[in-house]
């Protein structure tokens, strides 16, 4: 294995793909239809979002009974950084949800909606290699999540540009300032944990496809004319034109 902390391989690996979500994501926001792709893209986290927090549970039920075994070094310290993460992540899918009723959308239908296959291949993955592998996978996911956090300034900016109100974007400015603490905690976990060369391969394998999973979802948002979301007021979908 080379030298440095496992932090920082795993950081250095990510950096070589950081192009794909950043280019696909300033796409996005520069696409004409604001309004519409906005709304697109908060049912699309809302899809994403509500699989987190069942995926750290299972993930940690997993570690918990690991630890009883007595033979995981990791299982112990994973259970216990995936319990507080999930009381720091309880609650955002609502606040999506509640995001979308502060626009108009029917979230009824939201939650009806089918999610397409980039959500299920990017949340799928988890739960495979969760089960099937060794939970500590999920911190690969994690870390790329909470490294792409929206920025600062996008919810002034898309505020400006959508014209919804400003109860719309809540989430969005919530996580551009929580998700520095939280990559800085899933790091310093890394760094405390007695990773092997095979644990630290687990962790990139999942970074990476995670890392492709969101450049393909962030890519689809902005080259597809976004599907018609439906209003609360009137059940009829958003009309394609208006600001943005």
Known sequence: MSGGSASGRLRAKLSLVEAGPHGATAALWQ???ARDRYLAYLVTMHQVIRASVPLMERAADLADRAARCGADPLAAPLARYLRAHVLEETGHDAWLLEDLAAAGVDTKAV????????VAALTGAQHYWTEHHHPLALIGYIAVLEGHAP???LGAVLARRTCLPEAAFRTVRAHAHLDADHVDDVYALLDSLPLTGRDEALLA?????T?????RIFVRLGRRAPAAVPLR???RPTPTGGPG
């Open 211 to 215: 890392v492709d999973a969101l450049t």
């Open 205 to 209: 394998v999942s970074a990476l496809h």
């Open 151 to 153: 920025a600062a300034r």
């Open 111 to 118: 939650l009806r909606a089918v999610p397409p296959p980039d």
């Open 233 to 235: 007021e009137t059940g």
């Open 31 to 33: 696409a004409d239809r």
